[in-house]
């Protein structure tokens, strides 16, 4: 029997212009260490914030 943790991030947030309510969800690999798992999630973040923001303009 193996024991596996899955961690998963979500992080919601709206859109002031639009007012959508966007959910972000990113799950952590199997043999990734957490810094890096929450480095990436806020990489993530970051990134649809930024699209979203050149999109709707």
Do not use: C, G
Not at 15 to 33: A, F, G, S, V, W
Request: glycine share 0%.
């Amino acid at each position: 029997m193996k024991l596996i943790w899955e961690h998963k991030r979500t992080t919601f947030f709206t859109d002031k212009r639009t007012n959508i309510r966007y959910k972000i969800t990113t799950h952590q690999l199997k043999y990734e260490p957490y810094y890096i798992f929450e480095k990436r999630h806020n990489l993530k973040v970051k990134i649809k914030k930024y699209w979203l923001s050149r999109a709707v303009k």
